[in-house]
């Protein structure tokens, strides 16, 4: 249970879309739980069903937003329905590859489209933190991880020391 390992950044499941979800059930309910349980366990900012193993369309997020306010929240087949011009470089880290940040650009602010844990479809509108974990999070719910999102040498590095630390381990 909550002390299973997280998906790694290399795993071919990263990079496979994941189903939508359609029935909002118990079963459902119960997963959030588990995935708040995990994010937790890691201290981690948000966490994508797939990055434990389930191929569906889900995350949990507890983050900031730029006023400084806490969003703690579950985001059932979440979307990115539109995304400011504006973009933000800030440094992202990923469960998927703990300990190894990067530089990644994205819209300033987002506003996403997702059903909460009731079933109702909701929109919100993100910036500062919360824009960066949405997109970040939507990216692996889309089969893509943020080292996608640099350049290529900064990704070989990346995956040249991640290769190092899964040796060591
Ligand atoms: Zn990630």
Redesign the pocket.
């Known amino acids: 249970m909550p002390d299973d390992p997280i998906v790694p950044i290399d795993d071919p499941r990263l990079r496979e879309p994941s189903a939508a979800i359609l029935d909002i059930d118990d079963d459902i309910r119960a997963l959030a739980d588990y995935m708040f349980q995990v994010m937790d366990r890691e201290n981690g900012a948000g966490l994508a069903a797939i990055?434990i193993g389930v191929p569906k369309r889900m995350i949990v997020v507890d983050v900031p937003d730029r006023s400084g306010r806490r969003h703690r929240m579950a985001l059932i087949n979440p979307e990115i329905l539109t995304a400011s011009a504006t973009t933000e470089t800030n440094l992202e880290g990923?469960?998927?590859m703990p300990g190894y940040d990067l530089p990644v650009e994205r819209p300033a602010s987002v506003t996403v489209r997702f059903r909460d844990l009731g079933g109702a479809t909701q929109e919100l509108t993100a910036d500062g933190m919360l824009a960066v974990c949405l997109q970040?999070e939507i990216d692996?719910v889309n089969g893509k991880?943020?080292s996608d999102r640099v350049s290529r040498l900064r990704r070989e590095k990346a995956k040249a020391w991640f290769a190092k630390v899964r040796r060591a381990a």
């Open positions: 990055q990923c469960l998927s970040h692996h991880v943020f």
